[in-house]
């Protein structure tokens, strides 16, 4: 049966969550204690931070996991009512319609408490975090809350206080060799280095990104490194070094436009795409630092513009532009 394998390959056990190697071990410890504080994973996507959370259910509660792990995406319920009690009832959270009804729920596990976890918690309003607080202050006792969101900050004071804050980082190149390898060996694939390489550059420290990516290359047989950048709808990062040399260094401006409007209309690529990749290579170069601050400066302004919703080809002309008179200047 076809599987998508950001579930197949999902991490079952904390031993198998790789480039998390600090959080991993404190978690573990937690699970032999047999008890766990709330908790706050906080990170970029495809981190492990989901993985995680299920995992220590799983080393907690055994296979009936199950049956004392409530998981919420926080936005699609992120208002104060999903947090108290009310009269509607949904069979996706099992006949419970609200966490203040799901935690007051005695555990059924020997453990003596449950978990909630709750996906996207930055996206919950400030009413509804405030409600959230008193509701495990009061069911401290019988629930765990464990809240995932990409930016703690988003997270209020009194919640923040309540938990540990896991912070994880970006998957390792050398992790994701690992992960891509384990893959490989389960399904017989053959990928040299350079569509290895490709791989990790484009996923940039997603793991969720390695595993849909290995998934297309895998059905498309024999793939090359640039059918994987064209895979992931990005240019590669070679690509993108000429085209910040073109600009910066040579001052070619003309041919500079012409291959941004090559990637835009053959590549398929957005304004942004090309504004972010040209960010990737500044933030990464060794170009005269004030040649680069100025360059950051002229694309934190252009990505800001297309955000607003200005067009793509003026603000990518517009950048282009600005990046020539900043290497005219120096030269």
Known sequence: MNEIWIEKYR????????????????????????????????????????????AVAVELFGD??????????????RGIDTMRGHEERDRKWDKVASVKDYARIMPSNERGFKIIFMDEADMLTNEAQSALRRTMEVYSGTTRFIFSCNYSS????????????????????EAMKTMIGKVMDAEKMELGESEIDAIIDVSEGDGRKVMNLLQAASM?????????????????????????????????????????????????????DIIKGIHSVLRRSQINPRIR???????GEAEFRLVEGSSDKIQVDALLARLVSIGSESA
């Open 154 to 173: 988003q997270i209020i004071p009194p919640i923040q206080s309540r938990c540990v804050v896991f912070r994880f980082r970006q998957v390792t190149p």
């Open 64 to 77: 009936s996991w199950k049956d004392s792990y409530l998981e919420l995406n926080s936005s699609n319920n």
């Open 11 to 54: 991490p079952s056990s904390l031993d198998e969550i790789v480039g998390q190697e600090d959080i991993v071990n404190t978690l573990k410890a937690f699970v032999r204690n047999g008890d766990i504080p709330h908790m706050i994973f906080a990170g970029p996507a495809g981190t492990g931070k989901t993985s995680a959370a299920i």
């Open 293 to 299: 601050i100025k360059a950051l400066i002229a694309v």
């Open 220 to 272: 498309l047989g024999k793939v090359t490194a640039s059918r994987i950048y064209d895979i992931a709808g990005t240019a590669s990062s070679s690509e993108m070094k000429k085209l910040v040399s073109k600009a910066l260094e040579h001052r070619l401006f003309e041919e500079a436009v012409a291959q941004a409007e090559e990637m835009m209309t053959a590549g398929g690529l957005s304004g942004i």
